[in-house]
């Protein structure tokens, strides 16, 4: 038993010298004249991982559904490198999308790298979520990326070559309280994702699944919010604001770019969402039982009731706050502010 114990120590550590090497030795996947299209490019995470490609010479496309906020970001973006492509496009629509792989192919030329970033985000209470707000997160998260990947697949398997990123969530991996309808969704582009990367490696074609922690992003002011909506609002907005439990989008957006350069299979993003990830597969009962004493100090259903309110229609005396700080500058940063709010 010692030699098979010593054996087995010996292969181990020669396979985790074996895989440290070649990460090592793994050349970077350079972004310079790379096609790169990114959706939901026009705020937030979207816009911070765009400024960083044009930085190292990315041809990008960007699209979402505003075309007012595509244009400032198309602006904001030529001050990094080329001023990008943009389409406004529903990427839960399978033509636009179509219309939209044609028209970056036509200017720019084979897309070389996908990022799946376009997301919406409901809060409240499961007894004030509807069937419409799943089906809208579904059509978002899950539907998006399936319509884009179809859509530049083809053409990467054809090339033997590609990347494709997924920007799932921690919501992807840990259900939590009052984000049922994002969870669901984020669950459902995790599994897809995952799945994705075993079948079409083959190929040459390389996926990544990104799942965020809280970031100061600005976006709390554009997500939704149902039952007891300022309060709601609030709590969300000032959990995206603390520096020790959330990182900026800068950050972020470093470590998503480098996750598809060194081909990595999956990155979350933050320690403490690392943290609530491991610690839930380890002790996932003991997580649900933490997380429902968690929703016990959420607001309690009431309220606009299933009606939707976004951010910017839900201020209370508690935002913006010197708690909420990060996230107002964020917001100013990102775009996530029409010019008349700012």
Partial sequence: MNKLAKGALVLGAAGASAWL???????????????????????????????????????????????????????DVAHFGHRPLTDVCDVTDPEDVRHLVERVNGALGPIDVLINNAGVIQVGPQAVMTRDDYEQALRVHFWGPYNTVEAVLPQMRRRHAGRIVNISSIGGKVAVPHLLPYCASKFALVGFSEGLRSEVAPDGVVVTTVCPGLMRTGSPRNAFFKGQHRKEHAWFRIS????????????AARQVLDACRYGRAEVVLSLPAKLAVKFHG???????????????????????????????DSESSATPSALTTLTEEAARRNNEMAPSEG
């Fill in 21 to 75: 090497l070649a990460r090592v030795l793994r050349p970077a996947y350079d972004f310079r004249r790379k096609v790169v299209l990114l959706t939901g490019g026009s705020r937030g995470l979207g816009l911070v991982l765009a400024r960083q490609l044009a930085r190292e010479g990315a041809r990008l496309a960007l699209c979402a559904r505003d075309g007012e906020e595509l244009e400032r970001a198309a602006d």
């Fill in 240 to 251: 995206d604001s603390l520096p020790l439990l959330t990182i900026s989008a800068e950050h």
């Fill in 282 to 312: 380890l002790f996932p009962g003991l997580t649900a039982n933490l997380l429902a004493l968690v929703d016990r100090l959420l607001p309690a259903p009431g309220g606009i009731g299933t009606e939707l309110r976004a951010g910017k």
